[in-house]
């Protein structure tokens, strides 16, 4: 039996503050409630609420240390505009999931 280990995410919050703080996680969805619990990283516990604003499949462990690292060396408004680009699809693929719910499956047409 082969144990396949959980994939790694790489995610980036928004503090109450402004601020961004950025992380990893095998486990994002309770990273993300530990967060907001103010049970998660010192800096953010400070500076509740926080949002999620960007994630990403990162891999392995270590691959998502070193995306983690790439992401940290970005300047603020380059990580800005990644957040900005995330959410907006992210806002795209909701309303599309709601607007689909709401229609009549189409019937195809016999030719």
Request: aromatic letters at 8%; proline letters at 5%; charged letters at 35%.
């Amino acid at each position: 039996m082969v144990i396949k280990a959980k994939p790694w995410f790489l995610y980036m919050l928004r503090c109450a503050d402004g601020t961004l703080y950025t992380g990893i996680s095998n486990r994002l969805e309770i990273r993300i409630e530990n967060h907001s619990r103010g049970k998660g990283a010192r800096y953010t516990r400070t500076r509740l609420p926080v949002e999620l604003v960007y994630t990403r499949k990162a891999g392995t462990f270590v691959q998502a240390l070193k995306q983690e690292y790439r992401l940290k060396q970005k300047p603020r408004k380059a990580k800005l505009k990644l957040a900005e680009t995330w959410l907006k699809a992210r806002r795209r693929k909701a309303s599309r999931r709601s607007s689909a719910r709401g229609r009549k499956p189409r019937l195809k047409r016999a030719p």
